[in-house]
């Protein structure tokens, strides 16, 4: 708490004491809103946050055991994707997630994991937390590195039995890593 | 133009004026803007006016001239939970979403039915990537962790203890007006093209309480906050802005939020697009970069011709929008009408608004009704007389940083064609000489 809030405080309670409530509200008013709360949070523990936590930034930390490579990701696929995104990725119902290698700066630029996506881990990220849509989080971490390995296998980014998995998904370098300009300025 | 102000001033201390058709401020039969202040009367005769306003194709003839059938019997009883009128049933949300994944997609608000500036809440826009998630507020909790002193999990009942602040703001989609980018003029009504905005009255605890309680690290300059959805829609945002003003809002225009808005508890941040303002809040990380989510890199991301993309763009650009008259209204003749709209810009409060009537040869400053607020729709007004004659009508908005919004032209050779989201030009409406009204660029 800010030192002027300590004094605004500490003449709110003064004020109070002495029972003079309309200067205290004075004051009080003065203040402008209250930055403090009632520290009401509870201590998370770290079994709590290691269940919520599912976030995967750019360096992998947070990635599960397992592994997966693109042969064992063409079954997932097909059972899991091909109805939405069809059979080899190029789109259905949901958008295309191959193709578009060089396409970026044409007058038909195609926007898929291969042309756009600057970052191997938010496959990772993405098909655990989001796929498939009628039910999120079903994939095993395997099932989820395989079908990752797949996508990045028919865009040409890895090999067909190169192994994916917690080493070696952050290190993937995406084509179009270098693409994006950052607009935000604090 | 200001000029046309003075004119009429002068006229009227003169005592010369006796019609609003003496003051035109700009070509095409813009009014001046005064005629709706007190006291205009005077200035331009105001009582003897006779103001038009723009039909819907479809509207029927008045009942005959007799006693009302509803004074002769007792009404409807009370209800417990105010409904719109049975007569209002055509104003509702229009659904657009995925076939098969029904709740990815979007419902835009009817912006062409309503007027002010507040959104009814069973009006305000959607856009959810996986359905509306039924969230119990007695079990729903709140996690900030990641680069904190103290991870923390907070309860609805323990936040509801909290100071709270509330915040008139728009929240629009960062996929608002997308049809713009199309090559030729989408034929629509307002809302079904510029609907994925609304504005409301957002109350709940400034964010910046909370984060200090769990002591956030120096160097966590992001925040993540991800949704309870079936998409856990996940987002990083500058740690300044959520600190700056952001706030966990729980209450949406005085009644706690609507589930597809976010109950039991979403972030608002006033002036950034709608994808960063997490619905079903339910973790707060913070982080010392971005976690380079799907929806900052593949999504909200804006192409550029050189095959660049536009990142983390998150301020919503100027936009302003004529929406009476608009596509689908008619002029039902000549006279006198009301042009009337909103503008908005994430970079702080409208400035002002032009209007042209006359496709852009000349502007005249519309009136701003008060209060014009940051981060807030503006609701602008516009006295016009139109002649009968084909017409072009279109706004101007400047905000407060001094940010005028583009001609689509503009807009156009600044970014891409090929550009999907983030779409803020200047929109015109044609008039035809049979009163009908049409998009066109």
């Known amino acids: ?186 | 133009m200001p000029v046309g102000g003075v004119m009429a001033r002068k006229k009227s201390q003169s005592g010369a004026l006796d019609s609003a058709a003496s003051i035109p401020v700009a070509g095409g039969g813009l009014l001046d803007r005064r005629l709706f202040l007190a006291g205009a009367g005077a200035l331009a005769g105001a009582g003897t006016l006779l103001w038009q306003r723009p039909v819907w194709a479809d509207t029927l003839a008045a009942a005959p001239f007799s006693l009302p059938p509803s004074m002769l019997h007792p009404g409807k009883p009370f209800s417990n939970y105010g409904q719109p009128s049975p007569h209002e049933k055509t104003v509702i949300r229009w659904i657009s979403a995925n076939a098969e994944v029904t709740g990815n997609g979007i419902s835009w608000t009817p912006l062409h039915d309503l007027e002010g500036t507040i959104t009814p809440n069973g009006l305000h826009f959607e856009r959810h990537h996986n359905g509306v998630p039924d969230l119990d507020p007695k079990t729903h909790r709140l996690l900030i962790h990641g680069m904190v002193t103290r991870p923390l999990t907070f309860t609805l009942d323990a936040l509801l203890r909290y100071p709270m602040e509330q915040r008139l703001v728009f929240i629009e989609c960062g996929g608002n007006s997308n049809a713009g980018w199309n090559p030729e003029p989408i034929q629509t009504k307002v809302g079904w093209f510029h609907g994925l905005v609304s504005c409301a009255e957002w109350t709940g605890v400034p964010l910046s309480i909370l984060l200090d309680e769990a002591g956030v690290d120096k160097s966590a300059s992001w925040l993540l906050a991800e949704g309870a959805d079936a998409a856990a829609v996940s987002i990083s945002i500058p740690m300044k802005k959520a600190m700056k003003d952001g706030i966990l809002a729980i209450y949406q225009n005085g009644e706690k939020l609507r589930p597809e808005n976010g109950y039991p508890m979403r972030l608002v941040l006033p002036g950034f697009e709608g994808i960063t303002q997490i619905k079903w809040l339910h973790r707060l990380k913070a982080v010392s970069s971005p976690v380079m989510t799907r929806d900052e890199t593949a999504k909200y991301t804006d192409i550029l011709p050189n095959g660049k993309a536009r990142q983390f763009i998150f301020v919503i650009e100027p936009k302003s929008l004529i929406i009476t008259p608009s596509p689908g209204m008619t002029l039902p003749g000549p006279g006198l009408y009301q042009i009337s709209g909103l503008a908005w810009s994430g970079h702080g409060k409208v400035a002002k608004v032009e209007v042209s009537a006359d496709g852009g040869k000349s502007w005249a400053e519309a009136a701003l009704q008060e209060p014009v607020l940051r981060y807030c729709f503006t609701r602008f007004r516009m006295p016009w007389r139109w002649d009968g004659k084909p017409a072009v009508l279109q706004s101007r908005i400047t905000d407060e940083a001094g940010i005028v919004q583009p001609t689509r032209e503009v807009l156009i050779a600044k970014r891409s064609p090929n550009d999907y989201f983030h779409y803020n030009a200047i929109v015109k409406w044609s008039v035809a000489d049979d009163g009908s009204i049409a998009h066109v660029y």
């Open chain 1, 1 to 186: 708490m800010s030192t002027r809030a300590k004094s605004m405080r500490a003449k709110f309670i003064g004020a109070m004491t002495i029972g003079v409530f309309v200067a205290a509200f004075c004051v009080a008013s003065h203040a402008g809103p209250v930055h403090e709360g009632p520290k009401l949070g509870k201590p998370a523990t770290p079994e709590e946050i290691a269940g919520w936590d599912i976030s995967i930034p750019p360096d992998g930390s947070g990635l599960p055991k397992g592994s997966g490579d693109a042969k064992a990701g063409a079954a997932v696929y097909a059972t899991k994707c091909a109805t939405c995104h069809g059979a080899k990725g190029e789109g259905a119902s949901a958008e295309e997630l191959v193709g578009g290698k060089g396409s970026l700066a044409t007058d038909n630029p195609t926007l898929t994991v291969g042309s756009y996506w600057p970052y191997a881990t938010t496959l990772f990220d993405y098909i655990r937390r989001a796929m498939p849509a009628d039910a999120p989080f079903s994939l095993s971490a395997d099932d989820v590195y395989a079908v990752s390995a797949y996508l990045l296998y028919l865009n040409g980014i890895v090999g067909e039995s190169d192994v994916i998995d917690a080493k070696t998904l952050p290190k993937i370098q995406m084509p179009n890593r270098n693409g994006f300009i950052e607009i935000y300025r604090p």
